[in-house]
């Protein structure tokens, strides 16, 4: 089992940067592909970025790039997402999560463990 608990979510002006963090604990959490989702009210929850075990190599959905980076530290078995120029578009929860896959993927059903959600709010 591994449990995830995201923190660093919270109100922010149009413009402005929030750092997300995701806490692991469980089993090794360095070999295994991390990933950040949102979902804003009234839809579907999406694919925003992934890192592999690595942390060498990184994927952003289109709306992100430029703007968020997902890092990762193993030896504090966390990872980041930083999010910079942010836009009342990214309000959403994100969760954090982790697939046992060797493979990385935007694809939320192959993710096994999930965290309990941290709100972004972006005010305009």
């Known amino acids: 089992q591994v449990q995830l608990v995201e923190s660093g979510g919270g109100l922010v002006q149009a413009g402005g940067s929030l750092r997300l963090s995701c806490a692991a604990s469980g089993r090794t959490f360095s070999r295994y592909v991390m990933g950040w989702f949102r979902q804003a009210p009234g839809k579907e929850r999406e694919f925003v970025a992934t890192i592999n075990w690595t942390g060498g190599s990184t994927h952003y959905v289109d709306a992100v790039k430029g703007r968020f980076t997902i890092s990762k530290d193993n030896a504090k078995n966390t990872v980041y997402l930083q999010m910079n120029s942010l836009k009342p578009e990214d309000t959403a929860v994100y969760y954090c999560?982790?697939?046992?896959?060797?493979?990385?993927?935007?694809?939320?059903?192959?993710?096994?463990?999930w965290g309990q959600g941290t709100q972004v709010t972006v005010s305009s």
């Open positions: 999560a982790v697939s046992n896959r060797n493979y990385q993927t935007v694809d939320d059903w192959e993710y096994d463990y």
